[in-house]
């Protein structure tokens, strides 16, 4: 049996990076004013006054010492006065305030910023990640107020390997890349889309417990083809078309060379990238890298595990999976990438039999079902197309209305980016579905872009339906106390474990059978009690419990296929041994958790 206690003395020994009765001190080169200055040091009334002392502070300070929980209550006073105040007023003045005023304590305080965040995250997240986040991008330039992150443009090629050694952690863990080519379902947000991978990292800070201090948000700015970008007068960005083929591509080449460089260990995720690079750089870079693409791998596995929950709310084993017809509206990245993992999985309960999975699965995209016959096929949507007419007579082109009608679908799942493609018609088709209780799945982001409300899917579906969407919706009051369970199939449920279990087990690349066993991980998490109700996904206020179960399972994955390699004081051998609980316990332990060391000077 492994000792735990080495996991408690290699967790205690890491200074600030983990919550104590007693926090070690953390040695500082600056006083005065730049400790004021610096956001990570920084705890605005709360230095004690022997660490005024130290560090100079004595007098630029207001005289009371303010408590650690005094400033999170005074903080929490002023945002309740913010959501007064702005009653009333259109959602998004709403949400951009509530973005400002989180905004602004994040770049003062650290500590209590990301304490706030841990402590809300069901009612921050909202805020700091999608929906909100695609309004910040959209506006981004107008709301800059300090740089953020890292920019690699076009203009440094040759320079990045230098370029790397400007960030000043010695260590970084995990980095989220976007080039803002397809930012959400709002586009080309070209440099603006930085927003994505500074929300991102505070879920994984928030969610996972990664050091803050051991993250790097990235834009990768090849320019942007959004004309009214080009022309704002505003736009921090470079105003030259994108770059396309190699020469694009010996950019992000580049890049990942500079990251491999510097910090060999450390996580890539890509986010945001436009379809046809998020597919070419996941194969490019997957196995020569540890990184992964959260848009096709970690929405994969966001929905495979609701559609695992479907099948148990169903009162069915997880194993008839793979005798559910699903249909799937996007041939996106996202919309591709959901149904590779779910072939995979169907095939596997299937014996292992590939084509009887597919068979199961119906692809549509704006052109209608893709069939075989297809003019121009996109190579990622080929292994799906059906043959003309094998199923009821369905064609080239045929319409969802129709493929619903003659399908009469388990699940009806969309990518789309279109708002409102679920329309009422679509919804009704769904009540002949051969399912007891069929599932609809409006996964596109953000709000405006859901295929369709929670509130339209049980009206037009019928009370007995199972939802879930990308982005947040509230309950669906039935009558006769019956609630319509809204279920928000967010990213957040998985990325963070895949981060953080990756980087416990030390793998130098994110396998199939990593991610999978995350899904699986989360699509068991629920109890039946809560399936049976429609419940799918667990509240976001247990996210850190999450995700260290998620966590755990993708660490384990790693030791099974062979690939852990340790991480710190903890070895491989240490990791083979550790049992179910253990290796949870471990991910637990490992989670920095933000309180005030005490700080000490040292030239």
């Known amino acids: 049996m492994w000792n735990l206690?080495?996991?408690?003395?290699?967790?205690?020994?890491?200074?600030?990076?983990?919550?104590?009765?007693?926090?070690?001190?953390?040695?500082?080169?600056?006083?005065?004013?730049?400790?004021?200055?610096?956001?990570?040091?920084n705890k605005d009334t709360g230095f004690p006054l022997t660490e005024r002392d130290r560090l100079g502070l004595r007098g630029l300070l207001p005289p009371r010492v303010i408590s650690f929980e005094h400033q999170y209550a005074r903080f929490m006073e002023s945002f309740r006065s913010l959501e007064k105040n702005t009653e009333g007023q259109p959602n998004n003045v709403i949400s951009l305030a509530k973005w400002r005023i989180l905004n602004r304590l994040h770049d003062r305080n650290e500590t209590l910023y990301y304490r706030v965040l841990i402590d809300n995250i069901k009612d921050f997240a909202p805020i700091i990640y999608t929906p909100t986040v695609g309004l910040v991008c959209q506006n981004y330039s107008g709301l800059f107020r300090r740089p953020r992150g890292m920019y690699f443009s076009a203009k440094d090629?040759?320079?990045?390997?230098?370029?790397?050694?400007?960030?000043?952690?010695?260590?970084?863990?995990?980095?989220?890349?976007?080039?803002?080519?397809?930012?959400?379902?709002?586009?080309?947000?070209?440099?603006?889309g930085i927003g994505i991978p500074i929300g991102k990292l505070d879920v994984y800070v928030a969610a996972a417990g990664i050091n803050p201090q051991r993250i790097l948000p990235v834009m990768l700015d090849v320019g942007t083809n959004n004309q009214k970008l080009l022309e704002d007068r505003l736009y921090l960005g470079l105003r030259q078309p994108r770059l396309e083929g190699e020469e694009y591509l010996s950019i992000v080449d580049e890049f990942m060379e500079a990251v491999h460089a510097r910090w060999p260990k450390a996580i890539v995720q890509f986010e945001d990238f436009q379809m046809k690079w998020a597919f070419e750089t996941l194969e490019r870079y997957r196995k020569r890298f540890c990184m992964f693409n959260d848009d096709i791998q970690g929405t994969a596995g966001v929905a495979l595990a609701g559609l695992l929950g479907t099948v148990r709310a169903q009162g069915l084993s997880l194993t008839d999976f793979a005798d559910q017809k699903i249909v799937v509206v996007g041939a996106g990245s996202a919309g591709l990438g959901v149904l590779k993992m779910a072939v995979q999985a169907a095939a596997r309960m299937a014996g292992n039999n590939d084509t009887f999975a597919r068979n199961k699965f119906f692809l549509l995209d704006k052109d209608g079902l893709i069939t075989k016959e297809r003019k121009n096929l996109d190579p990622a949507a080929a292994p799906f197309a059906k043959d003309p007419g094998d199923f009821m007579g369905l064609r080239e082109g045929a319409s969802l209305l129709e493929v619903v009608r003659k399908v009469k679908p388990n699940v009806l799942l969309g990518l789309s980016g279109v708002g409102g493609v679920f329309n009422e018609e679509v919804l009704k088709a769904m009540r002949e579905s051969d399912s007891v209780k069929p599932a609809i799945f409006a996964m596109s982001n953000p709000t405006m872009n859901a295929e369709c409300t929670a509130a339209d899917a049980f009206k037009h579906a019928g009370e007995n339906i199972v939802f879930a969407s990308g982005s947040p919706f509230e309950n669906v009051d039935l009558g006769n106390g019956k609630i319509g369970h809204a279920n928000q199939a967010n990213n957040m449920y998985l990325f963070p474990g895949i981060g953080l279990g990756t980087l416990l087990s030390g793998a130098r690349f994110i396998t199939d059978g990593m991610l999978q066993q995350a899904a699986e991980c989360?699509?068991?998490?629920?109890?039946?009690?809560?399936?049976?109700?429609?419940?799918?996904?667990?509240?976001?206020?247990?996210?850190?419990?999450i995700t260290a179960e998620v966590g755990a399972a993708v660490l384990r994955a790693a030791v099974e296929e062979d690939l852990a390699e340790g991480h710190g004081e903890v070895g491989p051998r240490d990791l083979k041994h550790m049992s179910k609980e253990e290796t949870v316990e471990y991910v637990t332990r490992s989670m920095w958790f933000p309180v005030y060391s005490p700080l000490v000077h040292e030239k």
């Not at 050694?165 to 440099?191: C, F, H, K």
Request: aromatic share 8%.
């Open 5 to 41: 206690a080495r996991v408690a003395a290699f967790v205690l020994s890491r200074s600030r990076r983990f919550s104590t009765a007693i926090p070690g001190p953390c040695i500082v080169h600056k006083r005065g004013t730049d400790i004021l200055h610096d956001p990570w040091f």
């Open 522 to 545: 989360l699509a068991s998490y629920m109890t039946d009690e809560e399936i049976q109700k429609g419940i799918l996904y667990p509240s976001i206020d247990s996210i850190r419990d």
């Open 157 to 192: 090629k040759g320079e990045m390997m230098s370029m790397i050694y400007n960030w000043p952690a010695q260590e970084v863990d995990m980095i989220v890349l976007t080039d803002g080519s397809r930012i959400l379902g709002l586009g080309d947000l070209g440099v603006q």
